[in-house]
């Protein structure tokens, strides 16, 4: 089964210090994509990286960069200098593709993040 | 560009009635996703559509049912409701073809069941 972990149900950070939240995922396939998403109490999905498999370099947005061990099935994201505007309920996606080669997200269910003045 | 819209925002339902959700999604693109958000089960995959077709689906009940239009919009509809439905319900668009699975989300339709 396609399956995607985030052990940490809450984090909080000092603004302007750096955080990382984990995420492990499970999956057969050799090529796929990965994401952090934020979802702020506006409800919004905004788009925080993508990472794809292939591609040994880490992806980095700014702030916002990972940690991508594809061996152990690992892809943390590291917020650097995190602001107030951070804080958010964070979401590791995994894309897989089914039978029909049509894809689907498949969700952890997310970290908590509270960055405080 | 304008982003993904969905109609309503909020959403007040009483069991055993139906309901229907909207979402029109990026112009230019002809893939529209569903996902059902809710505390306990996080984000669930429902079904995907592209060009008029539903071309996936995740295990959720025959009540749950969604179709696509000529212009891409989408609707998702929810039969003989239950407490259980209670949920946000986003959806997503992306182009369908290429781009690496990138979606974008609507601000999503908040349904209450009583």
């Known amino acids: 089964a396609q399956t995607v972990t985030q052990s940490q149900p809450e984090m909080s950070v000092q603004e302007a210090e750096t955080v990382t939240l984990s995420c492990t995922y499970d999956?057969?396939?050799?090529?796929?994509?990965l994401f952090w998403y934020k979802q702020p109490p506006s409800r919004q999905m905004i788009l925080v990286i993508r990472q794809e498999a292939y591609k040994q370099q880490n992806a980095t947005e700014n702030r916002f960069s990972v940690n991508f061990q594809k061996a152990a099935k690992s892809f943390s994201l590291k917020i650097s200098d995190s602001q107030l505007g951070d804080t958010a309920m964070y979401f590791c996606?995994?894309?897989?593709?089914?039978?029909?080669?049509?894809?689907?997200?498949?969700w952890g269910l997310g970290t908590s993040l509270a960055v405080n003045p | 560009k304008a982003g993904v819209t969905q109609t309503p925002r909020y959403l007040i339902k009483t069991r055993g009635q139906q309901v229907t959700l909207s979402c029109s999604p990026i112009?230019?693109?002809?893939?529209v996703s569903w996902y059902q958000q809710t505390p306990g089960q996080g984000l669930q995959f429902l079904f995907e559509?592209?060009?008029?077709?539903?071309?996936n689906k995740g295990n959720f009940p025959g009540r749950f049912s969604g179709r696509q239009f000529s212009n891409s919009r989408s609707e998702m509809n929810v039969s003989t409701l239950e407490l259980g439905d209670s949920a946000l319900y986003l959806c997503?668009?992306?182009?369908?073809?290429?781009?690496?699975?990138?979606?974008?989300f609507g601000a999503g339709t908040r349904l209450s069941v009583l």
């Open positions: 559509y592209f060009s008029e077709t539903q071309r």
């Open positions: 999956t057969s396939e050799s090529n796929y994509y």
């Open positions: 112009s230019g693109h002809r893939s």
């Open positions: 996606a995994f894309l897989v593709r089914n039978a029909g080669n049509n894809r689907k997200l498949i």
């Open positions: 997503a668009s992306s182009t369908g073809t290429s781009g690496g699975g990138l979606q974008y």
